[in-house]
C-alpha cells in the first residue's frame, strides 16, 4: 500500500512558475514508477508527466512540453512537477500517482489545487 500527499499547489499570475511535490509513505517508493495527472473543472483528467522508476525515463504530455519537469528523489520518496511558464489553462487539480509502470497507475492522491490568474 502506498499513500500519496500532493503540495506545493497555489495561485500564481500567468508566465509565473510553481512546484509541485508528492510524498509518498508505503513500502518501496522506488520500485514504483510516478506520474501526475491534471483534472480541470468540467473535463476529464488528463495525463501530465510521468517518470519511471529510475528516473530514467520521462514522458510528458504534449501540451506540458518544454514547460513542465517532472524529477524524482527516490532517497525522500518524493516526486516533483517544475511548472514553468504558467497559462490561465493549466488551472487544475493536479494528482499524483504511482504504479508498477509509466502507464499502469494503482495508487492516487488526494490533489492539490493550481490557480493561475491571467
Known amino acids: 500500500q502506498v499513500q500519496l500527499v500532493e503540495s506545493g499547489g497555489g495561485l500564481v499570475q500567468a508566465g509565473g512558475s510553481l512546484r509541485l511535490s508528492c510524498a509518498a509513505y508505503g513500502r518501496a517508493f522506488s520500485s514504483y514508477a510516478m506520474g501526475w495527472f491534471r483534472q480541470a473543472p468540467g473535463k476529464e483528467r488528463e495525463f501530465a508527466a510521468a517518470?519511471?522508476?529510475?528516473?530514467?525515463?520521462?514522458y510528458y504530455a504534449d501540451y506540458v512540453k518544454g514547460r513542465f519537469t517532472i524529477s524524482r528523489d527516490n532517497a525522500k520518496n518524493t516526486v516533483y512537477l517544475q511548472m514553468n511558464s504558467l497559462k490561465p489553462e493549466d488551472t487544475a487539480v493536479y494528482y499524483c500517482?504511482?504504479?508498477?509502470?509509466?502507464?499502469?497507475?494503482?495508487?492516487w492522491g488526494q490533489g492539490t489545487q493550481v490557480t493561475v490568474s491571467s
Open positions: 500517482c504511482a504504479g508498477p509502470s509509466t502507464w499502469s497507475w494503482e495508487y
Open positions: 517518470i519511471s522508476w529510475s528516473g530514467g525515463f520521462t
